[in-house]
């Protein structure tokens, strides 16, 4: 598959629960992010092509923020390794810029390695 991503991921150590805005629900766990793109694990599959209302909690010492709301669509989705679980990437749709920031300072924080 080619590569199409602008910004090189990282690997987040903050577990970070994603919820759909609408219901409510967690749909999965963040496992990766750049400021135009993520990869969520989820115990469910998430379907390619369709656009989620998400949230994810941030860190406290984020004061000025306790959670991300945004809109991202779903991209690609496939088993994971762990045949229990499914991996979706996701590309972000139309980040303020001051959510921007605080993705970057979670890169930057809570990083782990590239991806």
Same mark, same amino acid.
């Given at each position: 598959m080619q590569e199409r991503r602008k910004f090189k991921r990282r690997f987040i150590m903050y577990y970070t629960r994603i919820f759909d805005r609408t219901t409510g629900a967690v749909i999965?766990?963040?496992?990766?992010? *750049?400021?135009?793109?993520?990869?969520?694990v989820s115990e469910e599959?998430?379907?390619p092509g369709v656009l989620y209302r998400? &949230?994810?909690d941030v860190p406290e010492e984020f004061a000025?923020?306790?959670?991300?709301?945004?809109?991202a669509k779903c991209v690609w989705s496939r088993v994971d390794s762990?045949? &229990?679980f499914y991996d *979706?990437?996701?590309?972000?749709?139309?980040?303020?810029e001051g959510d921007v920031v605080i !993705?970057?300072?979670? !890169?930057?924080?809570?990083?782990?390695r590239d991806s």
């Open positions: 999965g766990y963040l496992v990766d992010l *750049s400021t135009d793109g993520a990869m969520v599959p998430l379907f998400l &949230r994810m000025t923020k306790g959670c991300l709301d945004f809109e762990d045949p &229990r *979706s990437g996701f590309h972000l749709v139309d980040v303020p !993705i970057n300072r979670l !890169i930057q924080e809570y990083g782990f």
